[in-house]
T-cell receptor, first 117, second 112 residues
Framework: DGGITQSPKYLFRKEGQNVTLSCEQN?????MYWYRQDPGQGLRLIYY???????QKGDIAEGYSVSREKKESFPLTVTSAQKNPTAFYLC????????????????FGAGTRLSVL | RKEVEQDPGPFNVPEGATVAFNCTYSNSASQSFFWYRQDCRKEPKLLMSVYSSGNEDGRFTAQLNRASQYISLLIRDSKLSDSATYLC?????????????FGAGTQVVVTP
């Protein structure tokens, strides 16, 4: 089955620790995204990547880092600089520029819930 | 003003009834719109896309009003399984593609 796999489902971070959230897709999509969702708020874009080896900051990139070394993978690191990391993190992908009208449709993984110990 | 605004609800709907709610957006150049459904503690899933004046898929109808800059979602013959939060999503075209704007969602609760 094609889809987006996020792991782990739950993650706990100790103070001063960096943690990495995994996101893998087998949809052959060019674009990938990381969002953060807090209760009662809309999704906020952390980072996005339109192509391998390239990525851009979203609206709330401070305290986060990403890499895009492979088309299938877009891991997110929550660094110790992110002082309020507790949230639901969602990874998404879309076909990309070659996708015609459907290029903007984003498909989501099941998410990772990050909490601070 | 938020880029995409939705009434948070909840909209309490008797089973079998019709419910409708709106979403307003701030960028008049926006070209494509989406409704996603998000169940509690789950990921958003695409419900329907809206590229022109509207779209219909079974019991769900989306209408786009460009002059007033809002889209609506109507659910007919509501089922218990329709209980969810419905996210309005807008492609603002400030970039050529990719960066979507998400509303905070409208909660719908269908009761027996």
């Amino acid at each position: 089955d094609g889809g987006i796999t996020q792991s782990p489902k739950y993650l706990f971070r100790k103070e001063g620790q960096n943690v990495t959230l995994s996101c893998e897709q087998n949809l052959n999509h060019d674009a990938m995204y990381w969002y953060r969702q807090d209760p009662g708020q809309g999704l906020r874009l952390i980072y996005y990547s339109q192509i391998v080896n390239d990525f851009q900051k979203g609206d709330i990139a401070e305290g986060y880092s990403v890499s895009r070394e492979k088309k299938e993978s877009f891991p997110l690191t929550v660094t110790s600089a992110q002082k309020n990391p507790t949230a639901f993190y969602l990874c998404a992908s879309s076909i990309g520029a070659s996708g015609g009208p459907a290029k903007n449709i984003q498909y989501f993984g099941a998410g990772t819930r990050l909490s601070v110990l | 003003r938020k880029e995409v605004e939705q009434d948070p609800g909840p909209f309490n709907v008797p089973e079998g009834a019709t419910v409708a709610f709106n979403c307003t957006y701030s960028n008049s150049a926006s070209q494509s719109f989406f409704w996603y459904r998000q169940d509690c503690r789950k990921e958003p899933k695409l419900l329907m896309s809206v590229y022109s004046s509207g779209n219909e898929d079974g019991r769900f109808t989306a209408q786009l009003n460009r002059a007033s800059q809002y889209i609506s979602l109507l659910i007919r013959d509501s089922k218990l399984s329709d209980s969810a939060t419905y996210l309005c999503v807008v492609n603002p075209l400030t970039d050529s593609w990719g960066k979507l704007q998400f509303g905070a969602g409208t909660q719908v609760v269908v009761t027996p």
